[in-house]
């Protein structure tokens, strides 16, 4: 296991401590592992800003009856996978939450898609992978992003979740809403805790453009859920599409 891989091996389940980054802490580290071609850098803290994404491939699993806080076998679902494909570890994870009001109200249980990224698009070949992990491919893509440095929390995920849908209020004729939140998190547990940068995401689309569902990639017959308990492949579903950065006034 090569050091990217061990200090993301937490990334997207490590309870973080209620440390939230100072204004005199140092500038936030490169993320823990190299970001998947063609990807922008991250996002800023306190900034909001539109961002593309090119079209690219993940190993993809969904768990069923899931909470903000409840990613642990799903990450480890994923590390099995790379592990035993020898892929390597790349940033960001991503967690999709295709119940949205879950984040708006933690409480709230629903479903959620966590990734692992593949570093080329052309990486490997899509299909059924290592337990309930499917390999995906996922199409290009625009976001509106909110960068975050420090402690990563379901109240402060809801809080950015919040603030993008005022951002998308205030721009409704030039940008609507076409897909699910997402969270994206770019350091693992070797990063001290108030360095750590994520993002918050919301897919969007222009207004005359119709809306597709972006955290789930194109129908295939391998397109799986997998039960958070068991980690069994149950309920075929089909799943579509995922997101270089300009900033938004």
């Not at 020898?86 to 991503?94: D, G, Q, R, S």
Request: with cysteine; net charge negative.
């Amino acid at each position: 296991m090569n050091a990217a891989r061990f200090s993301l091996a937490r990334l997207g389940l490590i309870c973080l401590l209620p440390t939230m980054a100072l204004a005199d802490d140092p500038p936030a580290p490169p993320p823990d592992a190299p970001l998947p071609e063609g990807f922008p850098a991250p996002t800023p803290p306190d900034t909001i800003e539109v961002k593309q994404y090119p079209a690219y491939r993940s190993a993809w699993t969904k768990g069923e009856g899931m909470t903000q806080r409840s990613g642990d076998l799903m990450f480890f679902w994923l590390f099995r996978h790379i592990s035993q494909r020898n892929v390597e570890m790349t940033a960001p994870v991503i967690n999709t939450y295709l119940d949205p009001e879950m984040v708006i109200d933690p409480s709230k249980k629903g479903e959620l898609t966590m990734e692992f990224l593949y570093e080329h698009p052309d990486q490997g070949e899509p299909g059924r992978g290592v337990g309930p992990v499917e390999v995906k491919d996922f199409p290009a893509m625009t976001v509106v992003a909110l960068g975050l440095k420090g402690e990563m929390s379901p109240e402060r995920m809801a809080e950015g979740v919040t603030r993008l849908r005022q951002w998308l209020d205030e721009h409704r004729d030039q940008w609507v809403a076409a897909g699910p939140p997402r969270r994206l998190g770019y350091h693992g547990p070797m990063t001290p805790v108030p360095q750590r940068l994520w993002e918050v995401q919301i897919p969007i689309t222009s207004p005359a453009a119709p809306a597709s569902d972006p955290a789930s990639p194109p129908a295939t017959e391998s397109n799986t859920a997998a039960s958070p308990e068991t980690g069994a492949i149950e309920d075929p579903r089909s799943e579509s599409g995922l997101c270089s950065g300009s900033r938004a006034e």
